[in-house]
């Protein structure tokens, strides 16, 4: 069970409470697309990859980020029980989507860059341990399905 | 995963824009990588266990990690040879775990992206993660 301070739980539902979804969820989607280009293998269907620009303008990329980072919402609102929360999100990308785990940390990583990269020094040494452990446990609890 | 020409203009491009600020990248990024990865202090427990951004011991040190890495990049070219007074130092005397130098680099690029925003676009991004990584294995190079 993880435990989390009342100070840990007020810096993630700030961050999330303050986000703007549709300008952060395409650049962190975009972002690990370019940086780990493996990472392409799951969006054939999406049309145009080809280079850094295409994958930018994309806009089945910008929509599929938005979504992926409202899938973070849930987390959110269930901080003391994340794995349970994701068991079926867990599943789905372990049987129908066919994900390598390993590239939740990676996106995990870019969107970590991404907001810091908003927030600037707001993005404390503290808020940065606080929100990486978050996304540590949303990607654990994701991975939990596997067999 | 080698570094290409693109990779190392992008690289020096983006290092000539950012080196006025480097030594302060460095502070930022150690004094964040021990908090955020605790385990990191493990090799700094002389200094102290409340250790970070603004420890003058941390700051200093992360301005020296930084000389390094402006080092790398005049060596871009032969990582290897660049690196290898570096890599005895960290093989024979520091030894730290090289899964360590990964854990660094996450937290640089952060910073890189948090003092440069609009600089610090995917594109710049990716060969920076490539050099880091290639910084890393060249500092490894003597560990066996």
Not at chain 2, 68 to 92: C, P, Q, Y
Request: charged letters at 20%; aromatic letters at 10%.
């Amino acid at each position: 069970m993880v435990e989390w301070t009342e100070q840990e739980r007020s810096i993630i539902s700030g961050i999330f409470g303050n986000l703007n979804y549709e300008d952060i969820g395409p650049k962190a989607l975009a972002r690990c697309l370019i940086v780990y280009p493996w990472t392409q293998r799951y969006f054939g269907a999406f049309g145009n990859l080809y280079n850094a620009e295409a994958i930018k303008s994309n806009p089945n990329i910008a929509a599929h980020g938005i979504k992926v980072l409202h899938g973070l919402d849930r987390a959110v609102k269930n901080m003391d029980n994340i794995k349970a929360t994701y068991a079926e999100l867990s599943v789905l990308h372990s049987e129908k989507l066919h994900v390598d785990p390993d590239n939740f940390k990676l996106l995990s990583d870019c969107l970590t860059v991404v907001i810091a990269a908003k927030m600037g020094s707001a993005f404390t040494p503290e808020t940065q341990a606080t929100f990486q452990k978050f996304l540590a446990v949303v990607v654990s609890a994701l991975g939990r399905q596997y067999h | 995963m080698s570094l290409s020409a693109k990779d190392k203009a992008e690289v020096k491009k983006f290092w000539a824009k950012i080196e006025g600020k480097a030594g302060e990248i460095g502070a930022e990024a150690l004094g964040r990588m021990l908090v955020a990865y605790p385990q990191t202090k493990t090799y700094f427990s002389h200094w102290g266990h409340d250790l970070n951004t603004q420890t003058p011991q941390v700051r200093k040190h992360g301005g020296i990690i930084m000389g390094g890495i402006a080092k790398a990049v005049k060596s871009i070219d032969d990582l290897t040879s660049g690196m290898s007074t570096l890599s005895e130092l960290h093989a024979f005397k520091l030894r730290v775990d090289p899964a360590n130098f990964k854990i660094l680099a996450h937290n640089i690029i952060l910073v890189m992206a948090m003092y440069f925003p609009a600089d610090f676009t995917p594109e710049v991004h990716v060969s920076v993660d490539k050099f880091l990584q290639r910084v890393a294995w060249a500092l490894s190079e003597r560990y066996r």
